[in-house]
């Protein structure tokens, strides 16, 4: 079992930037793939950028590449994602979820995690 808490959320202006936290409860964090999703109001979650296991490989949405930087501290149990340039179609809820088994090509699928945290709120003004 593993817990998921999200920190770091808030209203930033446009071009600005923010640090995404995600902290993990339980044990072998290392061996989790780790992702962090988005949901719009009125939109469906979508993928934003992961890490897999033991930090090999990161994956990033097209929309972010090249802005977002997702890392994983795997003595601290916590993954981050770096959002710098934020524009307002940033705007929205940020997810941080888990999995052990997920790999690519299906680690930027949603349904594919089983642990996820509760979400935080990122605002960009314009």
């Known amino acids: 079992q593993v817990q998921l808490v999200e920190s770091g959320g808030g209203l930033v202006q446009a071009g600005g930037s923010l640090r995404l936290s995600c902290a993990a409860s339980g044990r072998a964090f290392s061996t989790y793939a780790m992702a962090w999703f988005r949901q719009a109001p009125g939109k469906e979650r979508e993928f934003v950028a992961a890490?897999?296991?033991?930090?090999?490989?990161?994956y990033y949405a097209e929309s972010v590449k090249g802005r977002f930087t997702i890392s994983r501290d795997n003595a601290k149990n916590t993954v981050y994602l770096q959002m710098n340039s934020l524009n307002p179609d940033d705007t929205a809820v940020y997810y941080c979820?888990?999995?052990?088994?997920?790999?690519?090509?299906?680690?930027?699928?949603?349904?594919?995690?089983?642990?996820w945290g509760q979400g935080t709120q990122v605002t960009v003004s314009s």
């Open positions: 979820a888990a999995d052990q088994g997920v790999t690519w090509p299906t680690i930027v699928v949603v349904t594919k995690y089983d642990y």
């Open positions: 890490n897999s296991w033991r930090g090999g490989r990161t």
